[in-house]
Every structure is written in structure tokens, then in C-alpha cells.
């Protein structure tokens, strides 16, 4: 009986994960990170999805801009007869339709009479729109709630000169700031006033107000207008069907359609002759047709209007676009019928309840591995279904319920299945001193815990050292003898680390990689690590001295090996496979450690460091001596690096070695102040003091003769790009 009831007990716990699953992600569904982040999901799919084709579209953009603002005469606000003249124009010119997206809810400030003529000419035509609005404000009266709505209108002269309907142009932005749907208008005092758009296609398609649905919030799912079928995102709005970024519609500046030859502009003024960019036989915009039979939007695009919206192509701040643009997506999306539809909200919580439930007996029934395998693959799929759909059907789907659904899910089903594998399983104590170091393996103990894979960012100085030439001694040698040597040689050498707190890292063949100030903590691990090296310098002359009593052949007792050192970040841990792995570093200033051991034969010398090495060693003693090699870029590296040799300990210096390293670092400073003759004085004299065939002198030589027949740039800043490792 134990099992049965052990067996459904743990059923139910898979149907609590997967409901718990549901109802958590449901509910964060509503939280506004989650809403904002499904909004830019949308505008991502527009961003895929990629500019639409207007070529044919009726909408003409008319910009109040900072453009028009420097040519006319009047800075803005302007004289309203600027506007007179534009309606003039325009209706010369053909519009079938012009709409005015700035509320003149203020007198001209100059001359009423202005107000008059802008009037006239509305009447006149009778095919302009003027803006306005209607605010809803709340106020507190008797601890309730009072509506009270403040409408924005036209002054009444415009208002009663012009025969047609105020249109209202608030737009309504989604949480986020940006706008994506567009309201039908609003019903205020018994009548009903529609959005600019919409007032826009009726008096362009001559529809009566008979024929156009009143503004109620009702389940029918689309909205009458005319013979336009408008789907509904909500009661009392659709979707923006945006077919584009900013400039997709024609934009014109003001000031291009009122410069008739009856009107100077700036420009004009101060050239001394007519351009007339709206009446010129040749160029205007009267000859080209630009707005016969065209519907002409006017708004503005100036900064100082601040009438600006971020919407999908144009949502990150500044990239917001001028509000007009607004109206005219609004307008073709009408137009065309190119609607955007809503997946159904039942669906999704029915694809984020199979997904919960799917997770849960994957994991349980078969592995963990095969439930995170599932949840990867339903979320790439619900990802690529969501722009499937819309590409192919305009239809927004909302991913984040069922995102959530799958990551809820997972993770507890994931700690559930830890917390039985903790609960099975006795803890387990490997031989970790077979993969890691001592003094990790006393750490580990001490603080209870197992060693995991991972690593952690220390600063410390990387250490590597090979033996020079070492493919030939396998040549000369039988391999027991090969392995007697080397064992001596890396005894020998690794006993120094360690003495100098260093941690052996591994062994490659005859190579030593260590580090020092890892795993435990070493203030002065630079200086170590340098008084490391000269110290296996000098325990290996002293190994040749031995080899040499003992009957080696010469190449043995000539054995030599090159050391490079690097200070700096490092990553050091457990690095490896989940069942064995070592404690070890990566990272690139220890790449740099092993540019500085190979690079050092290109100076012909056996200890090199960087100048970081260099400067955090001299902070605790100056036991080193150093001199400057070179300013260089290694092969694989972008940028340069001061690299130096350790010459020795102080007690090992002679008096010859001092005077050569003195001449030699005159010279340096001459060639990098790019006085040839002089460095390569310096040099040659240094190169008789040297204690190698191959030496810095020597190089600097061949180098400093080479940029005296080819100099180089005055600004050089003494950089050499080593060419190989």
C-alpha cells in the first residue's frame, strides 16, 4: 500500500506544479513589466514584418516645421491668414480633402481680422477639417466621483465659419507611451464628434453622418463607416495597421505650398528673386499635380510643438513620430481594409494550461533533460507562431502568458525533482585530491560543501615556463631517460613554486603552468612569482652542473628554459566536465602569460613579463632587476603592452651586466624619440656586454636600422606588432 499511495501523492504534486504553473502566469500576465514587454513583442512583429507598399495611397502630409517657421516671415504661432492662403492653394491645386491636426482654440494674436479670412476661405471650399478635443477631468465632490468634460474647440469664428464637424485628434497611448489604436470618437452633449481619421474618409468618400455608426460601447464587432466595415480592438477603437517608419506617407513643408507669386518667403527676401515652389510653371506643386484629388493632413513637426508619439517603427524616445503621422496610418489602414485582429484570449489561456501540464509529465515521466528539451522547443514555437500569424493572417497573438506558463512550470518542476534527488541520494565525498589541489580540497572540507563547476574573477599573476628546444632531447634520447630527466627537472622546479606559494596548475609535457594568489590568498604574488623564476634559473644551472658530472650529453647539459609571467584578472575554478574536472584558470591575461614565455626567444631571453607584472612586484621588493624590451602587440592582441626581461637577482648581477643594461636602456630611449644614430651607438656598445649570442642589443640593432631607412610616423608611439607567438 505504501508505494500506491507514494505514487499518487507524487501525481498530485505534479497537478498542483502545473496548476500552481497556470495561475501563476496568469496572473503575471496582468503585472505592467509583463504588458510592456508584450507590447514590444508587437512592435517587433511590425519591425520583421517591414515597411508596407503606399504608392498609391491619397494621403499627403503638409508639416508646420521648424523649416516653414524660418521662412515665413511671422514666427510661429502665425497669422491664421498663413492658413487662409493654404486652404487657397490647396483647393487650387486640387485636395479633395484638408485636415487641420492643430486646434486653433485661441485667437490670431495679431489682427482678428486674420481669423476672418481663415474662416471665408473654409466656407468657401467646404472641404477643411479643424481639430478638437473633449477632457474628461475628474473631480472629488461629497467623496464621489463627478465627470465633468472640457471641451477644446476651434475659436468661434473658425468654428462657426466652417460648415463641417469638429474632429477630435487626442490619441490614447498604451501603457508603454506609444500609440497603437485609434479611437472612433466621442459622444458629447447629444452629438456624436469622431476621430480626425474617420471624419477624414467620410468627407472623402461623401458619407452622410446617417450612414455612420454612433459612438456606443457595444459587442458588435465592428464599426460602420459608410461602406467601410472597421474590425474592432475594443469597443471604441481598431488597430494601427502602421505601414511603415516616419516618411512613409509624402511630407511637404508649409511654406512650399502658400509660396505662390504673391507671397516672399525669407528665402526670397534675401536672394532677391521668386522661386514660387508652389506655382512655378516647372517645379511647383500646382504643375506636378502633388495634391490633386489627395487628402492633405497639416500638422506639426517642429520641437517646440512637442507633438510627438512613439509608435511601432518609431518607439525608443526620440525616434518618436509627429502626431499627423498617426492620423494618416490610421486612414490607410481604413482604406485598404488591412485590419489587425486579436488571437482569441481563450485560446491562449488553453495553450498556457497544456503547456503546464505537458512540462509536468514530460519531467516527471521520462527526464528533466526531456521536459527542458519540450519547454525550449514550445517557446521557440509559440515565438515563431506569433509572427507566423501575423505575417500571414494580421493577427497579434500574446506570447507572454504562455512564456511564463512554460518558465513557472519548469523551474518547479526542476526543484521538485532536485528536492527528490537530495531527499534519495546520501551526499557524496569523492577523492577530490585527484582533480584538485590540496589546499582546495582542505577549503572544501572545512566549509561543508562540494565542489561545482564555475569560477570566480581573482587578481593574481599566471606562470609558465618550457624547455627550450625540447623536441630534440626526445630525439637524442631513449624515452627512459626522457622520463628520468624530465621528472628531476619538473621536481626540482615545482618544489621552487610551491616554496614561493605558487599552486601548480598542470603540466604540458616539459611545460609548467602555475599561478600565484590562488586559491589562497597572496598579497605579494607578483613578487613571488619573480623571484620564482630566477630562483629555477639558478637551481637549473646547478642541475646542468649535476648532469654534467652524471654522463648526459651535451644537450642536456646545455638544457635551458624560458619563463613568462602576467598580472592581472583571471577567472580560477572548478573547470571541466560535471564527473572531472580541475582547478584551474582561464582567461585572457593568461593567454598573455603564454605570449610573454613563447615571445621571449624573439629577444633571445628567458624570463619576460608585463609591465603590470613588473610594477605590483616592485611594490614589494627590489630584489628583480629589469629592463625594458619592447612596446608591443602580441599575435591574436589589439592592444600594445610593455614587455620586460628579469635579468636577474640583485646578489647575481656582475658589474658588466649593470653597464650593459645601462647603455642599453639609453639606447631605448633614444629609439623611441626616433634618434637612430645616437640608439644605435648605444646599442652596439651594449651588445659587447651581453651574455647571450642572441640578444636585446643585438635585435635592436636590426630594428633601429630599419627604421632609420624607413622611418615611420612622427606621432609613433613605438608599438611593434609581434608576428608570431
Known amino acids: 500500500m505504501a508505494k500506491p499511495r507514494k505514487k499518487s501523492l507524487r501525481i498530485a504534486i505534479l497537478f498542483a506544479i502545473a496548476a500552481g504553473g497556470f495561475i501563476l502566469s496568469f496572473l503575471l500576465m496582468f503585472l505592467r513589466p509583463v504588458q510592456n514587454l508584450q507590447l514590444k513583442h508587437t512592435d517587433q512583429l511590425f519591425e520583421y514584418r517591414g515597411p508596407l507598399d503606399v504608392s498609391d495611397s491619397p494621403i499627403v502630409l503638409v508639416a508646420i516645421s521648424q523649416q516653414a517657421d524660418d521662412e515665413i516671415p511671422h514666427k510661429y504661432p502665425w497669422p491664421t491668414d498663413i492658413y487662409a492662403r493654404l486652404v487657397h ?54 467623496n464621489t466621483y463627478a465627470d465633468n468634460y472640457s471641451p477644446m474647440f476651434p475659436t468661434p469664428v473658425l468654428n462657426n465659419g466652417n460648415p463641417n464637424r469638429v474632429a477630435l485628434v487626442q490619441v490614447h497611448p498604451d501603457l508603454d507611451g506609444a500609440v497603437r489604436t485609434y479611437r472612433f470618437g466621442q459622444h458629447y452633449l447629444e452629438k456624436n464628434y469622431y476621430r480626425l481619421g474617420l471624419e477624414i474618409i467620410r468627407q472623402y468618400g461623401d458619407i452622410s453622418y446617417a450612414s455612420v455608426d454612433p459612438i456606443e460601447l457595444n459587442s458588435n464587432p465592428y464599426f460602420q463607416l459608410g461602406p467601410y466595415r472597421i474590425l474592432k480592438d475594443r469597443p471604441n477603437s481598431f488597430f494601427i495597421n502602421y505601414y511603415g517608419p516616419e516618411g512613409t506617407f509624402p511630407e511637404i513643408s508649409l511654406e512650399e505650398v502658400i509660396d505662390d507669386s504673391s507671397y516672399t518667403t525669407v528665402f526670397e527676401s534675401e536672394l532677391g528673386t521668386d522661386v514660387n515652389t508652389f506655382d512655378d510653371p516647372i517645379i511647383g506643386h500646382l504643375s506636378q499635380e502633388t495634391f490633386k484629388d489627395k487628402i492633405v493632413i497639416v500638422g506639426a513637426t517642429m520641437p517646440l510643438l512637442k507633438d510627438f508619439y512613439a509608435t511601432p517603427f518609431a518607439n525608443q524616445g526620440n525616434n518618436a513620430r509627429p502626431g499627423y503621422q498617426v492620423h494618416a496610418h490610421a486612414i490607410q489602414t481604413i482604406l485598404d481594409g488591412n485590419y489587425i485582429s486579436r488571437f482569441s484570449g481563450w485560446y491562449t489561456l488553453l495553450i498556457m494550461f497544456l503547456f503546464c501540464f505537458l512540462i509536468a509529465m514530460i519531467t516527471h515521466f521520462l527526464t528533466a533533460n526531456w521536459g527542458i528539451i519540450f519547454s525550449i522547443l514550445a517557446g521557440s514555437g509559440i515565438y515563431s507562431l506569433s509572427f507566423w500569424a501575423f505575417l500571414n493572417y494580421n493577427t497579434i497573438m500574446v506570447i507572454t502568458g504562455p512564456l511564463l506558463a512554460i518558465i513557472i512550470t519548469q523551474i518547479g518542476m526542476v526543484s521538485y525533482e532536485y528536492y527528490l534527488e537530495l531527499k534519495e541520494k546520501r551526499r557524496i565525498k569523492g577523492m577530490f585530491s585527484s582533480y584538485v589541489s590540496p589546499e582546495l580540497v582542505n577549503q572544501m572540507v572545512e566549509s561543508g560543501e562540494e565542489p561545482q563547476l564555475g569560477g570566480e574573477e581573482t587578481y593574481m599573476t ?12 626526445s630525439e637524442q634520447l631513449e624515452a627512459k631517460e626522457l622520463v628520468k630527466l624530465i621528472n628531476e627537472y619538473l621536481t626540482a622546479m615545482t618544489n621552487i613554486l610551491n616554496d614561493r606559494g605558487g599552486t601548480l596548475d598542470k603540466y604540458i609535457g616539459d611545460a609548467i603552468v602555475s599561478f600565484f594568489g ?116 602580441v599575435k591574436g592582441k589589439t592592444k600594445p603592452v610593455k614587455v620586460y626581461e628579469i635579468v636577474g637577482l640583485q646578489d647575481d648581477i656582475s658589474e658588466q651586466t649593470q653597464e650593459c643594461i645601462a647603455l642599453y636602456e639609453e639606447g631605448m630611449e633614444h629609439y623611441f624619440t626616433q634618434n637612430w644614430d645616437t640608439a644605435l651607438q648605444k646599442f652596439h656598445a651594449s651588445k659587447k656586454l651581453e651574455r647571450y649570442e642572441i640578444n636585446p642589443s643585438g635585435i635592436f640593432i636590426e630594428r633601429t636600422e630599419l627604421m632609420k631607412s624607413d622611418p615611420p610616423e612622427k606621432d609613433w608611439n613605438g608599438v611593434f606588432i609581434m608576428k608570431s607567438k
Open 462 to 473: 599566471a606562470f609558465f615556463s618550457d624547455i627550450v628546444s625540447f623536441s630534440t632531447f
Open 89 to 142: 492653394n490647396l483647393n487650387k491645386a486640387g485636395a479633395k480633402v484638408i485636415a487641420f491636426d492643430v486646434i486653433f482654440d485661441n485667437p490670431d494674436d495679431e489682427n482678428p481680422k486674420n481669423d476672418t479670412l481663415f474662416a471665408e476661405a473654409m466656407q468657401k471650399y467646404g472641404n477643411v477639417l479643424l481639430a478638437g478635443d473633449i477632457q474628461r477631468l475628474e473631480r472629488t465632490v461629497s
Open 518 to 633: 590562488s586559491p589562497v590568498y597572496l598579497a605579494d604574488h607578483a613578487y613571488q612569482a619573480c623571484v620564482a623564476s630566477q630562483l629555477m634559473h639558478r637551481e637549473l644551472y646547478e642541475l646542468r652542473k649535476k648532469w654534467e658530472k652524471d654522463g648526459w650529453p651535451d644537450i642536456v647539459v646545455n638544457m635551458q628554459h624560458r619563463i613568462g609571467m602576467n598580472t592581472g584578472n583571471m577567472v580560477t575554478g572548478n573547470m571541466g566536465s560535471a564527473r572531472r574536472f580541475n582547478y584551474t584558470m582561464m582567461g585572457d591575461n593568461v593567454n598573455l602569460a603564454a605570449r610573454c614565455e613563447s615571445g621571449a626567444k624573439q629577444y633571445g631571453v628567458f624570463t619576460m613579463v608585463t609591465e603590470s607584472t613588473k610594477q605590483e612586484a616592485q611594490k614589494y621588493g627590489d630584489e628583480c632587476v629589469f629592463r625594458l624590451l619592447d612596446n608591443i602587440v
